[in-house]
């Protein structure tokens, strides 16, 4: 293995682990990796996007739960809904106010199984709109999936 100076480059990659005793940081480091030209990341980011995400979705379930009721055919559930939309708001404030959101973002994640089992009952023979409700629950799922990869990066990131 090649040796490298502190002014030296690489043309394959922008940092290298044999310079961490050099340079002060470790082989995980968030940034590039210039020799498969993929993102290193400490999950931060997508914590970020998710934070956003639950501003926009709270918003919605507070200012529109009766409409997202009817779509859902789970008419009476509005309080529920409204409640479920402060829940999201305060979580989206939390990740985009943290430097480390990891409990925040696994909050999302105990989150979604709450809204999971919330939408369940109307996956029932008798709702019209049984197709909405199980269009909701794979967006639940898609969503869930993310989180879980943020709060995994985050956790492994404050190790």
């Not at 995400?53 to 997202?68: C, D, I, Y």
């Not at 969503?143 to 985050?154: E, F, H, K, P, Y």
Request: a neutral charge.
């Amino acid at each position: 293995m090649d040796t490298m100076t502190m002014g030296e480059t690489s043309s394959r990659r922008a940092f290298r682990p044999e310079m961490a005793d050099r340079v002060g940081a470790g082989a995980e480091t968030p940034g590039w990796d210039l020799a498969t030209e993929r993102r290193i990341d400490d999950g931060k980011t997508l914590a970020k996007g998710l934070g956003w995400f639950s501003l926009g979705l709270g918003l919605a379930e507070v200012v529109a739960p009766g409409k997202l009721a009817r779509w859902l055919g789970m008419e009476g559930t509005e309080p529920l809904l409204r409640a479920y939309g402060v829940r999201e708001i305060a979580t989206g404030l939390g990740i985009l106010s943290r430097r480390e959101p990891t409990e925040w973002v696994w909050g999302r994640v105990a989150g979604d199984f709450l809204d999971l089992a919330t939408l369940t009952p109307g996956l029932s023979a008798d709702n019209p709109n049984r197709k909405n409700v199980v269009t909701a629950m794979a967006a639940v799922a898609g969503v869930t999936v993310l989180d879980v990869l943020a709060g995994r990066q985050l956790s492994a990131s404050q190790r």
